[in-house]
């Protein structure tokens, strides 16, 4: 997590009644009687029936199911292994992460369902999908490139509007490195 994203998230918990109209304890309790079981439907049942976003509700559920799996993220290698097992959607993760390490001041977010990156907020993310493909996010508009089409009920950052869905190492090419740096810029 990069600085800034420490600082937003302490101020987004500081802020959260004013923000929400319910402080974050209150939430918590709300949380705890949610039918959901898993983490998605869990956040989707918090837009749903309360309004609240990703963020916000990413933020309740963490405080009130501390120790489930999927919530803690403080064990990002063993999240990668268990997303990253088909050597083909991996070779694609490497060449795409390769790049993502070439720009400056970037953290990498690993999830149950992908691998992201930050520079002041999320600018990319992977994840693998099936039949040896992966799946890029990027904070561009999909007008960015061609290949692009919007990003829809993709399980990250709202921020990144574009995606495309990358066959082999060898589309990970120069419009690619463009994206990413265009993204990185954005964020």
Sequence with gaps: M?????????TGVANFEKRTGKPIEE????????????HRARLKWFKDNHGLLQNS??????QAFPNEEGMAWDEPGKL?????TDPASTAIFEKVEQL??????ISNGQRK????????VQFAAVRP??????R????????????????????????????????????????????LKQAWERS
């Design 80 to 84: 990668r292994r268990a997303l990253w």
């Design 113 to 120: 369902g992908y691998t992201s990156w930050s520079h002041k």
């Design 2 to 10: 990069s600085e800034w994203q420490r600082k937003w998230f302490a």
């Design 27 to 38: 939430w918590v309790k709300i949380a705890r009687t949610c039918p959901e079981t898993k």
């Design 129 to 134: 999908r099936p039949k040896g493909t992966a």
């Design 136 to 179: 890029l996010g990027l904070a561009v508009e999909p007008s960015a490139d061609p290949r692009l089409e919007p990003a829809k009920n993709e399980g990250w950052s709202e921020r990144l509007k574009a995606a495309v869905t990358l066959a082999s190492p060898a589309e990970v090419d120069a419009g690619i490195v463009a994206l």
């Design 100 to 105: 993502v390490k070439a720009l400056p001041e």
């Design 57 to 62: 509700a990413s933020m309740v559920l963490r």
